[in-house]
């Protein structure tokens, strides 16, 4: 069984540009969950989805920011017109929705925007 | 909504001895779990300890064990017998209705040999 998936684990990319993330949940976990975590802090919540259904959006989950799940299986995080401010590392996880208070995480994508 | 409180930002201790993190905090919910990660440098967060609210036998995993106190809303972490490869940033989070964690600020322990 292989854990939580993220690729790519790195990206740099300049001011402006749009950037594509992707998580691959566990296999039979039905919840996907995105964090990002910021230089020496703890993770903090973006959104989630059950199967392809979003549930739940942050108010840290600017206009800019997008997540898909469109199948239930993978997600997809974009960020448009990048800022630096976004540097950050994205974390996904993912659960069973019978036991959703036990998230695995990913080892997430570090995005550095210059 | 909640929040979680880590004072301590950095600590240290050395091996083989024991060491404790604290952790508070808020919650207007009942039912809800209490979880501390482990975050190695440049790896990814691996859960160390659940503790279940609705417990009140506080949880042990081998060297590792929490103080659960629920009416002072605190949640502290005991590495006993610390070894090099504890070395690493702990969060604290709790999750109460099954959707988001909310994560402590975290502390970064550092284990000298």
């Known amino acids: 069984d292989t854990g939580v998936s993220q690729d790519p684990r790195h990206k740099i990319t300049k001011r402006g540009q749009n950037v594509t993330f992707r998580c691959d949940p566990i296999s039979e976990h039905n919840r996907l969950y995105w964090y990002r975590q910021t230089l020496g802090q703890g993770p903090e919540f973006l959104t989630y989805?059950?199967?392809?259904?979003?549930?739940?959006k942050s108010r840290l989950l600017s206009d800019r920011f997008s997540a898909e799940r469109p199948k239930g299986s993978f997600s997809t995080l974009e960020i448009q017109r990048t800022e630096q401010g976004d540097s950050a590392m994205y974390l996904c996880a993912s659960s069973l929705a019978s036991s959703s208070y036990e998230q695995y995480f990913g080892p997430g994508t570090r995005l550095t925007v210059t | 909504a909640q929040t979680v409180t880590q004072s301590q930002p950095e600590m240290s201790v050395q091996e083989a001895e024991t060491v404790t993190l604290s952790c508070t905090y808020d919650t207007s919910e009942n039912n809800y779990y209490l979880f501390w990660y482990k975050q190695p440098p440049s790896r990814q967060m691996i859960l160390v300890i659940r503790?279940?609210?609705?417990?009140?036998q506080n949880a042990t995993e081998n060297r590792f064990s929490v103080n659960f106190q629920k009416a002072a809303k605190s949640f502290s972490l005991k590495i006993s017998d610390s070894q090099l490869g504890d070395t690493a940033m702990y969060f604290c989070?709790?999750?109460?209705?099954?959707?988001?964690?909310?994560f402590g600020g975290g502390t970064r322990l550092m284990v000298k040999p």
């Open positions: 503790q279940e609210a609705y417990k009140q």
């Open positions: 989070a709790i999750n109460n209705a099954g959707n988001m964690l909310t």
């Open positions: 989805f059950q199967n392809e259904a979003q549930l739940e």
